[in-house]
């Protein structure tokens, strides 16, 4: 199957810093990209979607300047969180899906704690 | 807006025996269904997917699941476990004519094999 790394799988930072997370559809065209945060022991929430070249679309309660995506080509999307506090800590997932596909892959995920 | 049921939070069965985790869907729409494993730590892994055809699914590792459009389910199961299946179980779906088919995750079963 198609197969989409994401980077880091663990990041440790500063409470106030701002880290990236990158997601890379490595052999096909992610022409959607999805982001979700999935807390311990619970399901994965949908935190927006993407298309290449456009703003993303953010779920409602997902903060756009907290959390600003990036899917500037269609192998690369990426997440930042700015001014990372705590309660930002959790495991973010990314998936990709190519054209009008049915099925989207996903990342290995990044284990995100802030200290 | 569609939403996904996984009644069962946990699950414990003995290595040998069959298992069935239970999944529903709201939406009477046609969709797109699927069921993932996550193991600690992890991202997510496709354990098997109906798009359309025959309403019985094979999946990998010895799964399997029946889509059932009259009772909105897609229920998973397995003849025989190992104690290696013991991991998170998700179903998600999708709506298949929506504008972004995002996909809507259950909150997962935890499925405990005991020896």
């Known amino acids: 199957g198609a197969v989409v790394s994401q980077h880091p799988s663990r990041v440790i930072c500063k409470s106030g810093t701002s880290v990236k997370i990158e997601c890379r559809s490595l052999?096909?065209?992610?022409?959607?990209m999805f982001w979700y945060r999935q807390f311990p022991k619970q399901s994965l929430m949908l935190m927006a979607t993407?298309?290449?070249?456009?703003?993303?679309?953010?779920e409602q309660g997902v903060e756009k300047d907290k959390f600003l995506i990036n899917h500037a080509s269609l192998t690369l999307s990426t997440l930042t969180v700015t001014s990372a506090h705590p309660e930002d800590s959790s495991f973010y997932i990314c998936?990709?899906?190519?054209?009008?596909?049915?099925?989207?892959?996903f990342g290995q995920g990044t284990r995100l704690t802030v200290v | 807006a569609q939403s996904v049921t996984q009644l069962d939070s946990q699950v414990p069965v003995f290595e040998e025996a069959p298992v069935e985790l239970r999944c529903n869907y709201s939406?009477?729409?046609?969709?797109?269904l699927f069921w993932y494993v996550q193991y600690p730590n992890q991202g997510l892994q496709l354990l098997l997917k109906?798009?359309?055809?025959?309403?019985l699914v094979k999946g990998i590792n010895g799964f399997e699941a029946e889509f059932n459009k009259s009772q909105t389910s897609f229920h998973l199961r397995k003849p025989s476990v190992h104690i290696s299946d013991t991991a998170e179980y998700f179903c998600?779906?999708?709506?298949?004519?929506?504008?972004?088919?995002?996909?809507?995750f259950g909150t997962g079963t935890l499925l405990a094999v005991q020896p």
């Open positions: 109906y798009l359309s055809g025959s309403t």
């Open positions: 939406s009477s729409v046609s969709v797109y």
């Open positions: 052999d096909f065209q992610a022409t959607t």
């Open positions: 993407s298309n290449e070249g456009s703003k993303a679309t953010y």
């Open positions: 998600a779906v999708s709506d298949r004519d929506g504008a972004t088919n995002k996909l809507i």
């Open positions: 998936s990709a899906r190519e054209g009008g596909e049915a099925e989207a892959f």
